[in-house]
């Protein structure tokens, strides 16, 4: 098999798992007790929790761990909602982002919130005017995702910061699938919220974290024990955050070289298939995008048909949430894609362990699929 859906979900690198190791049997104490099993744990939690703030240039208490990036996103649309009711609810966010923000923003309607959706362009490029064009006296959050998990296509992050904090409005980016791909320092981006997803970069499945900035107010999502700076109360889970913390140390070590290497295979996978499929078409931005994502249509024909044809090759048809349907995804949509281009869309994704034998296996797979539908 060749696993070519690294956007969808990581394997558990070999250094988080060692890392973990010790937190499954023999150190099991609670991060709240106070005797020496319990302090140990603590000492874990903070140690890690000071790797994921390393890793995104903040202090380590403007970092709380969640269950990963539903919660997280659930955590500031829920919490900023509630905290700021009295200001308004008005909340601005875009037609592509993820479902954990427009199911959630969709949820904060029914309860009298106003959201604004705003249109990307045909690249999946969001223009920061229109952010300026919709702010409005009531509103209290902009939520624009870094990089979207289906196109790659990088967002302008720092110019929407710069409107938000002009406009003094709370400002939140979902970075579950730029975190680890490209830099993701926080006062560079200008925002005031930011969120993590374990599974994402090679961390376990169910661990996730979210960035608030010193300063910033807001309504404990979980109430209990008054764990998470009282944000999130709950026994925290040494064992999956040591995990989280250690795939941080290994982005801060390896991004840049990770970087490089995953575009390289990237561009060497399309350029191989489009010489043997000329009328394939680039979804997303062709420069500003993730170096590890390859968003591609084939016309008039059925991405999910395709791979049937290929069943070797791990890829998928969009977003990992909506993989077994052939609807049209909301983001191709959105950025006004036709059907009969937007149907044939796949969606490879690099990694780590990604090979260049593997990439040009998956071309060779690929293009004969294609051909023999």
């Given at each position: 098999?060749?696993?070519?859906?690294?956007?969808?979900?990581?394997?558990?690198?070999?250094?988080?798992?060692e890392?973990?190791m010790?937190y499954?049997?023999?150190?099991?104490?609670?991060p709240?007790?106070a005797?020496?099993?319990?302090?140990?744990?603590?000492e874990?939690?903070?140690r890690?929790?000071?790797?994921?703030?390393?890793?995104?240039?903040?202090?380590?208490?403007?970092?709380i761990?969640t269950s990963?990036?539903t919660?997280?996103?659930?955590?500031?649309?829920?919490?900023?909602?509630?905290?700021?009711?009295?200001?308004?609810?008005?909340?601005?966010?875009?037609?592509?982002?993820?479902?954990?923000?427009?199911?959630?923003?969709?949820?904060?309607?029914?309860?009298?919130?106003?959201?604004?959706?705003?249109?990307?362009?045909?690249?999946g490029?969001?223009?920061?005017?229109e952010?300026?064009?919709?702010?409005?006296?009531d509103?209290?959050?902009?939520?624009?995702?870094?990089?979207?998990?289906?196109?790659?296509?990088?967002q302008?992050?720092?110019?929407?910061?710069?409107i938000?904090?002009?406009?003094?409005?709370?400002?939140?980016?979902?970075?579950?699938?730029?975190?680890?791909?490209?830099?993701?320092?926080?006062?560079?981006?200008?925002?005031?919220?930011?969120?993590?997803?374990?599974?994402?970069?090679?961390?376990?499945?169910?661990?996730?974290?979210?960035?608030?900035?010193?300063g910033?107010?807001?309504?404990p999502?979980?109430?209990g024990?008054?764990?998470?700076?009282?944000?999130r109360?709950g026994?925290?889970?040494?064992?999956?955050?040591?995990?989280?913390?250690?795939?941080?140390e290994?982005?801060?070590?390896?991004?840049?070289?990770?970087?490089?290497?995953?575009?390289?295979?990237?561009?060497?996978?399309?350029?191989?298939?489009?010489?043997?499929?000329?009328?394939?078409?680039?979804?997303?931005?062709?420069?500003?995008?993730?170096?590890n994502?390859l968003?591609?249509?084939?016309?008039?024909?059925?991405?999910?048909?395709?791979?049937?044809?290929?069943?070797e090759?791990?890829?998928?048809?969009?977003?990992?949430?909506?993989?077994?349907s052939?609807?049209?995804?909301?983001v191709?949509?959105?950025?006004?894609?036709k059907?009969?281009?937007?149907?044939?869309?796949?969606?490879?994704?690099?990694g780590r362990p990604?090979t260049?034998?593997?990439v040009?296996?998956?071309a060779?797979?690929l293009?004969?699929?294609?051909?023999?539908?």
């Amino acid at each position: 098999m060749i696993y070519l859906d690294f956007n969808a979900t990581t394997p558990i690198a070999k250094e988080v798992a060692e890392a973990m190791m010790p937190y499954i049997v023999k150190d099991f104490g609670n991060p709240s007790s106070a005797h020496p099993m319990g302090r140990s744990a603590k000492e874990a939690l903070e140690r890690a929790r000071g790797q994921i703030s390393r890793m995104l240039g903040c202090d380590r208490n403007e970092i709380i761990f969640t269950s990963g990036g539903t919660e997280s996103n659930n955590m500031v649309l829920k919490s900023v909602a509630w905290s700021l009711r009295k200001k308004g609810g008005h909340i601005i966010t875009t037609k592509i982002e993820h479902p954990s923000i427009i199911n959630t923003t969709r949820f904060l309607m029914e309860g009298g919130c106003d959201v604004t959706f705003l249109p990307v362009d045909s690249y999946g490029s969001l223009n920061p005017d229109e952010v300026r064009k919709a702010l409005r006296k009531d509103t209290i959050l902009i939520t624009v995702m870094h990089a979207n998990n289906e196109t790659g296509t990088i967002q302008p992050l720092t110019e929407i910061g710069s409107i938000a904090r002009e406009h003094e409005v709370l400002f939140h980016t979902d970075a579950a699938q730029s975190v680890g791909k490209i830099e993701t320092k926080v006062h560079d981006l200008g925002v005031d919220f930011l969120t993590i997803a374990g599974h994402k970069i090679y961390a376990p499945k169910g661990v996730g974290a979210l960035y608030i900035r010193n300063g910033v107010k807001i309504e404990p999502f979980v109430h209990g024990g008054g764990q998470e700076m009282g944000l999130r109360s709950g026994t925290e889970n040494v064992l999956l955050n040591v995990g989280l913390g250690q795939a941080c140390e290994l982005i801060m070590n390896n991004l840049y070289a990770d970087m490089s290497r995953l575009r390289r295979l990237r561009d060497s996978l399309y350029n191989q298939i489009r010489s043997d499929i000329p009328e394939v078409v680039l979804n997303g931005h062709p420069e500003h995008r993730l170096p590890n994502t390859l968003y591609l249509s084939f016309p008039r024909m059925i991405g999910e048909e395709i791979l049937k044809t290929a069943p070797e090759l791990c890829a998928s048809t969009g977003s990992a949430c909506h993989d077994q349907s052939v609807k049209l995804s909301h983001v191709l949509e959105a950025m006004g894609i036709k059907e009969e281009v937007g149907m044939g869309a796949i969606r490879l994704s690099l990694g780590r362990p990604t090979t260049e034998a593997e990439v040009n296996h998956a071309a060779q797979l690929l293009t004969e699929a294609v051909k023999e539908r």
